[in-house]
């Protein structure tokens, strides 16, 4: 049991925009930033969104909000590459333990 | 452009102490702006957090592993580990290090390949 959740999956087409979430509650993601991780099949994770920043290389159809203890991560122009498995992070100060959310997978159709 | 590399057996026996170590070059594990940690991903399942450690040899580790976990770092090699005990085949994972974005350890920026570690007899 994830302290966060996801959506087992997702599915969109080529050009499409999806919006992955990663819920929380107040005292993780209502406090702290967010992290958002890609992986593809047998690879190593890799960081595409880190608060409200784009790490260098990532593409800027990637981005990130936060609502709440709700964060969102939205891919906008969907690519082929882009499926893969997707992981979100934050700090739980009452656990005092790095979350993670127990991973999405986006199928693009 | 930094770079994570970890090292260790591949195969363990049940009962004994896993040892890995993650390599960083390109930075330095001294740095006071990073939380190193340690994550690992079973077959076909999710990321786990495992634990980090801070320059100062701070650390932080997972509650639900806590009791076999130690973590440590060598600034003489540039380097930090992970030590976990009693594995059992529950523990086969990919090992991964990384590196936090900042002291905050809410997310990580970079990572290392991963090494997977079999608990076999």
């Known amino acids: 049991q994830s302290a966060l959740t996801q959506e087992a999956s997702v599915s969109g087409t080529v050009g499409q925009k999806v919006t992955l979430s990663c819920i929380g509650n107040s005292k993780n993601i209502g406090t702290y930033a967010v992290g958002w991780y890609q992986q593809t099949s047998h690879g190593a994770p890799k960081t595409v969104m880190f608060g409200d920043s784009l790490p260098s290389g990532i593409p800027d159809r990637f981005s990130g909000s936060k609502s709440g203890t709700t964060a969102s991560l939205t891919i906008s122009g969907l690519q082929p590459e882009d499926e893969a498995d997707y992981y979100c992070s934050t700090w739980d100060y009452s656990l005092s333990a790095m979350v993670l959310g127990g991973g999405t997978r986006l199928t693009v159709l | 452009q930094l770079q994570l590399q970890e090292s260790g057996p591949g195969l363990v026996k049940p009962s004994e102490t896993l040892s890995l170590t993650c390599t960083v070059s390109g930075g330095s594990v001294s740095s006071y702006r990073y939380y190193w940690g340690w994550v690992r991903q079973a077959p076909g399942k999710g990321l786990e957090w495992i634990g980090s450690i801070y320059a100062s040899g701070r650390t932080y580790y997972n509650p639900s592993l806590k009791s076999r976990v130690t973590i440590s770092v060598d600034a003489s090699k540039n380097q930090f580990s992970l030590k976990l005990s009693s594995m059992t085949a529950a523990d086969t994972a990919v090992y991964y290090c990384?590196?936090?974005?900042?002291?905050?350890?809410?997310?990580?920026?970079?990572w290392g390949q991963g090494t997977l570690v079999t608990v076999s007899s």
């Open positions: 990384a590196r936090h974005t900042d002291t905050s350890m809410v997310h990580f920026d970079y």
